[in-house]
């Protein structure tokens, strides 16, 4: 009914620190990595990864949005959600589905971005290493 809404309230966090960061990193400058035959590589920014995890957020939810309202769960009319004018225990279902489902769904993207990172990291490393030989 409302499960969407988790993944979209992260999103939006996830946007503002991604501005916030951008921010930051702009004032830093580029972050380089250095080898030790001196070769320099710039690292892939932090807001850069964080725009991934919006990505994958910000696509979700629409998609979910989609299909409750092609559903009939979400109308063009207050209030909106249909389970919210269908009484209290539509309601109470309704907070479930988004303290289960929608929780599991932030959650489950949440954990690839992370496994996401990890790789982007592994790829940084490997390349920082190749780089010298390749000279």
């Not at 001196?38 to 696509?59: D, H, V, Y």
């Amino acid at each position: 009914m409302a499960c969407f809404l988790v993944p979209m309230t992260e999103a939006i966090v996830a946007t503002v620190a991604k501005k916030v960061i951008e921010k930051k990193e702009k004032k830093a400058g580029v972050q380089t990595v250095t080898s030790a035959d001196g070769f320099k590589m710039e690292k892939t920014p932090f807001s850069q990864k964080l725009g991934w995890l919006n990505k994958m957020l910000w696509g979700g939810s629409a998609l979910l949005a989609f299909e409750h309202v092609w559903h009939g769960e979400v109308v063009p009319y207050f209030p909106f959600l249909t389970a919210a004018g269908e009484g209290p225990e539509a309601v109470s279902e309704m907070l479930h589905e988004m303290a289960t489902a929608g929780v599991c769904m932030a959650a489950i993207v949440t954990v690839v971005w992370i496994g996401m990172l990890l790789v982007s990291k592994s790829l940084e490393k490997r390349a920082l290493k190749a780089l010298p030989a390749v000279k």
